[in-house]
């Protein structure tokens, strides 16, 4: 059976992840903020090495997948916070253990948004991340709103992919990225609560063309399958498990 480490892994998509990945077997290490084998704020530099440290100190022979799954949603202040976790964690805590990985020649699964799309790779914001450049992207995106940190970050995370693949499989690492819909969470419900973003996101969960929103087993259905030996020569793509509503959106992109 398999070793896998999983950020954000004590509610919603993260937790069921981990409860299938025990469910087959396979030994998981969660790391987030409340709990876990690691308790860690990745929003800060500290948090992330000790989540990184504490990763490597569990096995140091290996892993067969690593899944950022933290994340923040939109309407989480301040608005720099959305950043650093959704982006700026996620690089560096899948950088810092790139090479356990690469020794079982695993996975390591990114969970984007079907959001993505509606902030381009152009938007100062996405370039300051994809530059690398923290406290310029936290000034930035602390002018602008929640949709443009939400929905940004996740650009700029799967752009970070893509542009990662060959570089990462080259050394033995398999870089995807799953892009879930509106699904049941404790932060999407956070979302549902907002007055200004509630009923919007409501709205278009109406017009999902498979009808309303996921709950987390059916994203983690794909993840777990994604991570696993059977998926083995998907690499480099961007999984929408949305329900239609990218299609719905951008029906001549794919």
């Not at 087959?24 to 090495?49: C, F, M, N, P, Y």
């Not at 696993?228 to 959106?249: H, Q, T």
């Amino acid at each position: 059976m398999g070793v896998y480490a999983l950020t954000g892994g004590a509610t919603g998509i993260g937790a069921e992840l981990k409860r299938q990945l025990v469910d087959q077997g396979h030994r998981v290490i969660t790391v987030d903020i409340k709990e876990g084998d690691i308790v860690a704020d990745l929003s800060t530099a500290d948090g992330r090495q000790l989540a990184v440290k504490g990763i490597r100190e569990r096995a140091a022979d290996g892993l067969d997948g690593f899944i950022p799954c933290a994340g923040l949603p939109p309407v989480a202040r301040p608005l720099s916070l959305i950043a650093s976790v959704n982006f700026f964690a996620v690089v560096e805590t899948i950088e810092g253990i790139k090479d356990l990985v690469a020794k079982k020649r695993g996975t390591v699964l990114i969970v984007a948004s079907n959001s993505a799309p509606m902030v381009p790779t152009d938007d100062r914001f996405v370039q300051l991340c994809l530059g690398g450049d923290e406290a310029a992207a936290l000034a930035e995106i602390e002018q602008r709103d929640g949709h443009t940190a939400y929905a940004g970050s996740k650009r700029a995370v799967s752009n970070w992919m893509r542009r990662n693949v060959v570089d990462y499989a080259q050394a033995g690492v398999r870089l995807n990225a799953v892009a879930p819909g509106i699904t049941r969470t404790p932060l999407s419900e956070q979302v549902m609560a907002d007055e200004e973003l509630g009923p919007a996101m409501q709205q278009f969960g109406e017009m999902v063309p498979w009808g309303g929103t996921a709950q987390p087993e059916q994203i983690a259905n794909v993840m777990r399958f994604m991570l696993s030996r059977e998926a083995d020569f998907i690499c480099g793509s961007v999984v929408f498990v949305d329900g239609g509503s990218d299609a719905m959106l951008r029906p001549d992109d794919f």
